[in-house]
């Protein structure tokens, strides 16, 4: 049996999972554990070129980023996926897939506090129109209906949300 | 330390590659190591969905399949790629990123014999000028000038050459 498994964060830009992700992966690598973060850049530089943010698109993407967790996974590695993923469906597919040992951790936090945060300056540009299709803005954020994990990304630190998924993975038998 | 390297399979269609790369991740995985082979199926399904046969998409194909494999061989995977990679500077980009434990193996075979074992019926479309770009018809093969090893597939059988393979590996440390 593999020791690996998929942490999959899916939230709004801006609501903190790439901050929570290298948090947890150094604490992970801390117990010895192999970890590797495919977010939003690593996912654009070497899986998604010549992706746009059409639907297809987007789905393509996810799953492309999926089966490299799935690939990952099965061999003793931790794959943590820090993607928006915005669509329910395509996540769905992605958990599917990897037939277990995937846990889904929805990065909550109001739209409001994404768009003040505004960390990459992407919302302003999208509320004034400059950028379409952006996820919160003119384009849908589905959230998950049954993750492992809900974290509030507006009611507590970074670290503190680190603690505690790291006390869920305990708790699921994955640590 | 990782125990994972990348075993570069290059050649023309036909030359072998795929049947090659199941006996050696066979033996391998007999042995009691981790293996993940990336031949032509998985990668158009999985990675390279939306390239073409352009000379920029093939790049990036082999690009992206290069980064796989070095995200799994650093994290003690033997990542086995069984593409045709025909361009040189791309494999070598590939090969430069690795750091090492990378070893490119040149499943070589006249053009003749590969367009007369035409396994995938490719060879006949391509001479027939249904398909354009092929690699050894109307696009260029450029073999490695310095592989770690060469494999002839018209002189001896898969078997031959997988344990050549085996062989090399244990000579250069790997196993």
């Given at each position: ?11 709004l830009s801006g ?38 943010f ?30 928006i ?26 739209l409001?506090?994404a768009i003040?945060?505004d960390?990459k300056g992407l919302y302003k540009k999208a509320l004034a129109g400059e950028i379409k299709g952006f996820t919160g803005v003119d384009d ?36």
């Amino acid at each position: 049996m593999t020791t690996g498994f998929t942490l999959w964060f899916t939230g709004l830009s801006g609501a903190g999972k790439s901050t929570i992700s290298e948090i947890v992966e150094r604490e992970l690598r801390a117990l010895g554990r192999k970890v590797e973060v495919l977010d939003g850049d690593v996912v654009r530089t070497h899986l998604s070129k010549g992706l746009g943010f059409s639907k297809e698109d987007r789905d393509t993407n996810i799953r492309r980023i999926g089966w490299v967790c799935e690939v990952l996974s099965r061999n003793d590695v931790i794959a943590i996926a820090a993607a928006i993923s915005p669509y329910r469906a395509v996540r769905d597919e992605v958990r599917e897939r990897h037939g277990g040992r995937f846990i889904e951790i929805f990065i909550d936090v109001p739209l409001e506090v994404a768009i003040e945060r505004d960390v990459k300056g992407l919302y302003k540009k999208a509320l004034a129109g400059e950028i379409k299709g952006f996820t919160g803005v003119d384009d849908p954020y589905e959230p998950p209906l049954d993750p492992e994990l809900i974290i509030h990304t507006d009611q507590e630190t970074p670290q503190a949300s680190a603690a505690r998924i790291l006390t869920a993975l305990r708790q699921l038998g994955y640590l």
